[in-house]
T-cell receptor
Framework: NAGVMQNPRHLVRRRGQEARLRCSPM?????VYWYRQLPEEGLKFMVY????????ESGMPKERFSAEFPKEGPSILRIQQVVRGDSAAYFC??????????????FGQGTRLTVV | RKEVEQDPGPFNVPEGATVAFNCTYS??????FFWYRQDCRKEPKLLMS???SGNEDGRFTAQLNRASQYISLLIRDSKLSDSATYLC???????????FGKGTTLSVSS
């Protein structure tokens, strides 16, 4: 049973370009969480999605950031017109149940985004 | 009070030492708590879940004080391989996210 798969592992973008980060949850998991970790900082919650639904996006910046989890395929975190401050590690986690805390969340290895 | 607050660290201890980390949380309704471990530039991994007053797993003991909204993690007989950042994690009030503390860094030396 493969774990949470994120790709790419490393992504370099120039300022103003778009970044697309992909996350395939563990088999049987239909709940996905995205977190951002700035250098020397803790993990910050961004968004919680179920298949075809955004449940909680309270941690997402209001502009340039969007997320989706389609019926088929991976969850996508999209950052438009990237700026240097978007440089961070972006982690995806999945769980089999929706109530955070009822069960373990499994994390992917993360995507390290560098904006130059 | 912040949602999850931890000792800032770092903790530098010799092998074999006992070390304790503290964490306070604001969500008084939370029924579950977690300690995750994160190695440098790696993903967080679950170390221990706490659903009642505490939990013990080998050299690791987690204790919960609901009245004071306080969780602790005790590591006995520290190993070099215990060097990592330890993250205190509590669900948010809506149950839609796990909220992470900033972490406490532990460095075990020989």
């Amino acid at each position: 049973n493969a774990g949470v798969m994120q790709n790419p592992r490393h992504l370099v973008r120039r300022r103003g370009q778009e970044a697309r980060l992909r996350c395939s949850p563990m088999k049987g998991h239909s709940h996905v969480y995205w977190y951002r970790q700035l250098p020397e900082e803790g993990l910050k919650f961004m968004v919680y999605l179920q298949k075809e639904n955004i449940i909680d996006e309270s941690g997402m910046p209001k502009e340039r950031f969007s997320a989706e989890f389609p019926k088929e395929g991976p969850s996508i975190l999209r950052i438009q017109q990237v700026v240097r401050g978007d440089s961070a590690a972006y982690f995806c986690a999945s769980s089999p149940q929706g109530q955070a805390g009822d069960t373990e969340a499994f994390f992917g290895q993360g995507t390290r985004l560098t904006v130059v | 009070r912040k949602e999850v607050e931890q000792d800032p660290g770092p903790f530098n201890v010799p092998e074999g030492a006992t070390v304790a980390f503290n964490c306070t949380y604001s969500n008084s309704a939370s029924q579950s708590f977690f300690w995750y471990r994160q190695d440098c530039r790696k993903e967080p991994k679950l170390l221990m879940s706490v659903y009642s007053s505490g939990n013990e797993d080998g050299r690791f003991t987690a204790q919960l004080n609901r009245a004071s909204q306080y969780i602790s993690l005790l590591i006995r007989d520290s190993k070099l391989s215990d060097s990592a950042t330890y993250l205190c994690v509590v669900p948010n009030q809506a149950g839609t996210a796990l909220i992470f503390g900033k972490g406490t860094t532990l460095s075990v030396s020989s």
